[in-house]
């Protein structure tokens, strides 16, 4: 996040973005300094606020997305060929590489340049994790495969868009690959699926959608709504999501000095420290035993007279 001299500063002055955008903020919070207590940055309350007070809005044109970079005037045609995942990790490289002339930079000083998560993680430390199925869903080969074969071709034949001062020469394959993993994982811990007004998508008894529910929605990021830290007990935070902009709206009433927590959803600490980094027991109570789906066919096909194609297919069917 920049040096320690520069903290306070980069706070202040991705607030004055945020108002410089439209962007409405309540007097009663404050974006505070939590590294003491190993958080980074964090929203606090300075006054009581009331359950339902709004505590910020941000206008949808200010939500960070393939639509909303100048990449897709400067080079549309980038865009029509990716994915939306691959699409805003390749708006969010081209940002960076803007530096000083991207209109978001103020809010790229405050997201992190580094991750604890697994896809960063050495293949001696995941040794470590050998008997959970999380190790099964990182994807980083399938992830330098993506990088590799798509996004960098593509950044390279337009160099001129990402790199207008002729640098792109100077800047090798093996940085641009650790940038998309840089992005790539700014846009998994940081991002939100951004609703329309009302999705009528299926929700469950706690309000969250499926994981199949939230593919379906395109990613994007939403400055301050993402400066939230994440607590399951503490969650006192909301994000709600209006025709031209996202509130965030205090569930119960809060005290001042109460930290402002958001909440990930009923996600088990394995997905937790996968996405996130870091684990932490008030998740424990959404673990679940995850079996790979081959040591179910071969236990079926021991005690079932069904042949091995017919239980593929039902472990297909059910998967």
């Known amino acids: 996040m920049g040096g320690l001299d520069n903290f306070e500063t980069q706070s202040a002055a991705f607030l004055s973005w945020l108002s410089a955008r439209s962007c409405s903020v309540s007097p009663k919070i404050q974006l505070a300094d939590l590294r003491r207590h190993g958080a ?5 309350a300075i006054q009581d606020i009331a359950e339902g007070e709004a505590l910020f809005t941000i206008p949808r044109s200010n939500i960070l997305s393939a639509s909303t970079s100048s990449l897709s005037t400067a080079a549309p045609q980038i865009l029509a060929q990716l994915d939306p995942w691959s699409s805003l990790i390749t708006t969010m490289i081209f940002e960076h590489l803007r530096g000083s002339d991207s ?18 993680w050495s293949q001696e430390e995941l040794a470590e994790l050998q008997a959970s199925a999380v190790t099964q869903k990182i994807g980083k080969a399938h992830a330098d495969q ?15 868009a990402f790199f207008p001062d002729g640098t792109g020469a100077s800047v090798s394959d093996q940085e641009l690959l650790a940038l998309a993993h840089r992005m ?3 846009i998994m811990a940081y991002a939100f699926d951004i609703e329309q007004e009302s999705t009528g998508k299926d929700v469950d008894e706690d309000g969250y959608e499926s994981e199949e529910e939230e593919a379906d929605l395109p990613k994007g990021m939403v400055p ?40 990930y959803g009923p996600l088990p600490r ?11 027991s008030l998740y424990e109570k959404y673990d679940v035993v995850e079996l790979q789906t081959d040591l179910i066919v071969d236990a079926a096909r021991h005690e079932s007279q069904l ?13």
Do not use: C
């Open 146 to 160: 993506i990088f590799s074969e798509s996004i960098i071709p593509l950044i390279r034949s337009h160099a001129a």
């Open 307 to 319: 042949s091995a194609d017919e239980l593929e297919a039902k472990a297909r069917r059910t998967s």
């Open 40 to 44: 980074g940055r964090g929203v606090v």
């Open 103 to 120: 209109a978001w930079k103020p809010y790229f000083d405050v997201l992190p340049e580094s991750f604890n998560t697994l896809m960063f």
């Open 270 to 280: 394995s997905d937790l420290l996968r996405r996130y980094g870091y684990v932490t």
């Open 224 to 263: 301050l709504a993402d400066m939230l830290n994440a607590d399951a007990d503490k969650n006192n935070a909301r994000l709600h999501y209006g025709a031209d902009a996202l509130t965030m709206e205090a569930l119960r009433d809060v005290r001042a000095g109460e930290e402002l927590f958001n909440d």
């Open 184 to 186: 790539g994982s700014t």
